[in-house]
């Protein structure tokens, strides 16, 4: 696959692993986080870890869309799933995220119509061949895929598809950063950018962590050689006294992003004041919603949701893995009373949670152990 | 498993919730000695000779896809859990559940595919049956097929002969039918050049028993390659090491899965083998596959090793190493 | 939600929808441009839910690999040089 293999090449990889064994600092910790779903598949399901020296540690932060829905926005889409005529549609990894009575799949087993597509576009196709149905599409995602969410909402008005709604759970990337680097104790070198939502929003959202909290940041896109590229740099930055903002991704992302997405998601969706992140609380103007000119195809306006405000399992240390205070395994009831068949909590939800990734890749021990 | 709960599709995916539903629902109510080694197939010595007895069904959506249809699956997939066990399959049975409405030409066409596969595979269909439940009640058609075969004197297969050093072997690439049968739903609008790999496996297998050394073998059908050798490793107490860059995948299968956030481990085949050998049977194993054409992809994909026991590794092409864990509920697509 | 492919714009399907269909490892789907409307047919870009949202920069993909390829010199070239003392 081009743009692929060459990125995850092994000859590759050992270069820029041995350019890292040469720009560590010896039994200095760097702890880099990541906050992408991507980017922790990534490490995990090419044990990432193991390539670089032990001073340099990943840490997984929250990064992952499907993970930080609250329960209580899951319980509201079950809800919609099991009204008359409805047919909810959305991401495949969406369907497995337990809320308060069990997941979509759930629902469907009881009944509930409710289908995996890969693309909103999709959704929309549903709506335009099932007319006497309701078709709701669950959107979630960060500003990656909050454009594409956009453009079809602008394809529904201008076709004037009037059964087809968008329950809109769209996040953006940069307030949790804020909230993490806020927390007491926060143990942070630097950060590895997302790769794809910096494609939408260009590089300058994250100027703030290196001015205001004197992080080095690097976008990084998603191959194995890339994540250990990022690495590079950011060893680079702390040895010559930097810390700015700096692309690895140079091949898809440009600075100012991309101003049709921009556009789009302008046009159709706005702030909300606050949003409920499973796992990490309330954070202000950390999600999107429908502007009031696109009411006819919000589900919120359209639906009376119960809204409930569900509380996070007790024994569920979510929080802490997602602001990389600890890792899965210090969490105690990781592979025993939370498992990707059985998820307590939001890490372990979606493969690209955390905890989800290092139960797969990782089995029950802790990497340094396997 | 605790009263009260509903089936969900993950029981049928043949991952964990499959293994749970069997090991805590079935086994309780249906345990025998015969049943309760779980293998493909159940051996038992009929004066003097051991028997093979297998059963499965189908339900394959869409009914006919790219390489063939629900037809072939009823006599490939039986065959080979009758092959895999050792066995020389003798006849099948084939049990057709037809919703009302459904064409009568295509059932024509299914039962034209299940003769010719049966044909091919040199078995008879033995014994039949035939029910209509009403337009809704059935999606198309159901089939179900017990299959008996004959395991020669001699052979002897199971977890239990697996040591420490063995190869792991697969007849070709992985992940074939299942992605052909997901692009054919059309669901996804995704085109390719992809067919399912549905074939009898009894020449390879008897090729490979001539060769000797074989441990065990399996079709890894629902759950991929990860899951068979998951239940290996945790039956025999050993682990299994795969490499990466070893593994046989087809370019279109590949790209299909990078798409779909799909591992191809975990996608199914229905027309390859898995064969744990010894390792100085392993080079003539390999040879002995490659020969017929349905092993021409053939490879060495691992071997085993005595610990971590119950676990499976993958070395990855970057000179990692990571675990493949069983399947968990149902392949769907990772979007991040 | 960051998975996102490369894949090659292989046809427009219809121009004013802003359809293309997008090509990776021989397999094929309809893609929209509607955020992407420079793309042109033998384009490369990142598909992301059934959008490309940019277009790929081989130039700059061979340079990120020419840079790669430099590094990890001065430390093998200090592992030969040990292992040659130790000899």
């Known amino acids: ?370 | 498993m605790s009263g009260g709960g509903l089936i969900t599709l993950a029981h049928g995916a043949g991952g964990k919730a499959t293994r749970n539903l069997v090991e805590k629902l079935f086994l309780p109510e249906l345990g025998n000695p015969l049943l309760e080694p779980l293998g493909d197939s159940a051996l038992f010595d009929v004066n003097g000779s051991r028997l093979a007895f297998t059963t499965d069904s189908y339900v394959v959506r869409p009914i006919f896809f790219p390489g063939g249809s629900i037809g072939d699956l009823a006599v490939n997939g039986t065959v080979n859990d009758l092959a895999v066990a050792g066995a020389r399959p003798l006849a099948l049975s084939a049990g057709f559940v037809v919703e009302e409405g459904y064409p009568v030409d295509d059932l024509r066409r299914v039962a034209a595919d299940l003769a010719r596969a049966a044909e091919r595979a040199g078995v008879s269909v033995a014994a039949g049956d035939t029910k209509v439940v009403e337009h809704g009640k059935g999606d198309g058609l159901y089939i179900t097929s017990a299959g008996v075969g004959v395991v020669p004197r001699g052979v002897e297969l199971g977890p239990h002969l697996v040591r420490p050093g063995d190869r792991v072997l697969v007849s070709g690439t992985l992940g074939d039918h299942g992605m052909a049968v997901l692009l054919a739903r059309g669901d996804l609008d995704l085109e390719a050049d992809l067919h399912s790999d549905t074939a009898p496996l009894h020449g390879l297998t008897a090729a490979l028993l001539d060769v000797g050394g074989v441990r065990w073998m399996r079709d890894p059908t629902r759950g991929g390659l990860a899951t068979a050798l998951n239940e290996l490793a945790r039956d025999a107490g050993l682990a299994v090491e795969l490499e990466e860059a070893a593994l046989p995948v087809r370019q279109e299968v590949a790209g299909a899965c990078e798409i779909l956030g799909i591992d191809p481990l975990y996608v199914a085949n229905e027309g390859k083998l898995i064969a744990v050998v010894s390792p100085e049977s392993a080079p003539a194993a390999l040879a002995a596959l490659r020969a017929d054409p349905l092993g021409a992809d053939a490879a060495i994909v691992g071997a085993v090793r005595a610990e971590p026991s119950g676990l499976v590794l993958l070395g990855t092409a970057l000179g990692g190493s990571r675990i493949v864990d069983m399947l968990v509920g149902d392949p769907l697509p990772r979007i991040c | 939600m960051c998975l996102g492919i490369p894949a090659q714009i292989v046809e427009i399907v219809d121009l004013e929808s802003m359809i293309a269909r997008a090509e990776i490892s021989g397999v094929r789907r309809n893609i929209s441009t509607a955020l992407c409307p420079e793309a042109r047919v033998g384009d490369w870009v990142l598909v992301h839910v059934g959008f490309a949202l940019a277009t790929i920069d081989e130039q700059q993909a061979r340079e990120t690999i020419a840079l790669l390829e430099q590094m990890g010199e001065s430390y093998e070239q200090e592992l030969r040089e040990l292992k040659a003392s130790a000899a």
């Not at chain 1, 399901?45 to 899951?74: A, K, N, T, W």
């Not at chain 1, 009575?101 to 693309?119: E, F, I, N, P, W």
């Not at chain 1, 769209?170 to 680097?181: D, Q, S």
Request: glycine content about 8%.
């Open chain 1, 1 to 370: 696959m081009k743009f692929v293999d060459e990125f995850r090449s092994g000859k590759l990889a050992k270069r820029v692993s041995a350019e890292i064994a040469a720009l560590v600092d010896p039994g200095v910790p760097v702890r880099i986080m990541e906050v992408c779903g991507g980017h922790t598949h990534t490490i995990y399901r090419h044990g990432l870890q193991q390539l670089v020296p032990p001073e340099v540690e990943f840490l997984h932060g929250p990064g992952c869309p499907v993970c930080v829905i609250s329960m209580g926005r899951v319980d509201d889409a079950i809800w919609l799933a099991e009204q008359p005529d409805v047919l909810l549609a959305t991401f495949g990894d969406m369907m497995r995220v337990p809320g308060r009575r069990g997941s979509l799949l759930d629902a469907r087993a009881r009944g509930a119509d409710v289908r995996m597509v890969y693309s909103p576009l999709d959704a929309l196709e549903l709506a335009r061949r099932n007319p006497d149905r309701r078709v709701v599409f669950l959107a979630i995602g960060f500003e990656t895929t909050a454009p594409a969410t956009a453009v079809t909402l602008l394809r529904a008005r201008e076709e004037g598809i009037a059964n087809f709604s968008v329950f809109c759970n769209h996040v953006t990337i940069a307030p949790p950063l804020r909230a993490i680097l806020d927390m007491p104790d926060v143990r942070i070198d630097a950060f590895i950018a997302p790769g794809h939502v910096s494609t939408v929003v260009g590089s300058r959202p994250y100027e703030f962590i290196a001015r205001e909290y004197g992080r080095p940041v690097v976008v990084t896109a998603f191959e194995p050689v890339d994540i250990l590229h990022a690495v590079v740099m950011i060893l680079r930055q702390r040895r010559e006294g930097r810390c700015e903002v700096e692309n690895q991704y140079t091949r898809v992302v440009r600075p100012e992003g991309n101003p049709q997405a921009i556009v789009a998601m302008a046009a159709t969706m706005e702030l909300r004041e606050t949003f409920e992140w499973r796992g990490l609380g309330r954070i202000e103007r950390s999600a999107l919603r429908l502007r009031p000119a696109f009411a006819t195809w919000d589900a919120e306006a359209l639906f009376e949701l119960p809204a409930a405000r569900v509380r996070d399992r007790k024994a569920c240390r979510c929080g802490e893995v997602l602001v990389g205070a600890i890792q899965p395994w210090d969490c105690k009831v990781f592979g025993t009373g939370c498992t990707p068949e059985r998820p307590l909590g939001a890490c372990m939800v979606s493969s690209e949670g955390a905890c989800a990734a290092a139960y797969q890749y990782g089995g029950q021990k802790c990497p340094a152990a396997a």
